[in-house]
């Protein structure tokens, strides 16, 4: 599955690795993207991650628990206007991409990073650039 994405730079992302996934060759809505290996630990241990870069990385992953992500899972960009989503897999330890929209070879693959695909609310990055 790996074959249909690869890692380019990426004009959205302002960080000092400025890369993203994008697509390799056309993929419909709803097919499977990715699937991202994770490395689940409990939140009461986020605190000592906040103190590094890799606290930009974690994801919710469940009620009690927060996630790194392998493979391509943390170099996702961010957008409003997402094509693709991601869930949760338990069973397999991953975090699954699909694609929302229908995607173009070529194109970026973007992920809301509230979770929800319409969930607008601001990101601890756009805060931190308002203050």
Same mark, same amino acid.
């Given at each position: 599955m790996t074959n249909m994405i690869e890692i380019r730079n990426s004009k959205l992302s302002n960080g000092e690795?400025?890369?993203g996934v994008f697509a390799t060759r !056309? *993929?419909?809505k709803g097919e499977l993207i990715h @699937? =991202?290996?994770v490395i689940p630990y409990p939140n009461h241990e986020h #605190?000592?991650? @906040?103190? &590094? $870069? $890799? =606290? !930009?990385? =974690?994801?919710e992953y469940g009620n009690d628990h &927060? =996630? $790194? $992500?392998? /493979?391509y899972g943390m170099l996702f960009n961010h957008s409003y206007q997402p094509n693709a989503t991601y869930e949760n897999n338990f069973e397999n330890l &991953? *975090? !699954?991409?699909?694609a929302y929209t229908d995607i173009k070879a070529g194109e970026e693959i973007l992920? %809301?990073? %509230? /979770? @929800? #695909?319409? %969930?607008?609310d601001p990101l601890w990055f756009e805060k931190e650039l308002n203050q």
């Open positions: 690795f400025n890369r !056309d *993929i419909k @699937e =991202a290996p #605190v000592f991650i @906040e103190k &590094t $870069l $890799l =606290a !930009d990385y =974690a994801f &927060t =996630a $790194l $992500l392998l /493979g &991953t *975090i !699954d991409f699909y992920i %809301n990073y %509230n /979770g @929800e #695909v319409d %969930n607008e």
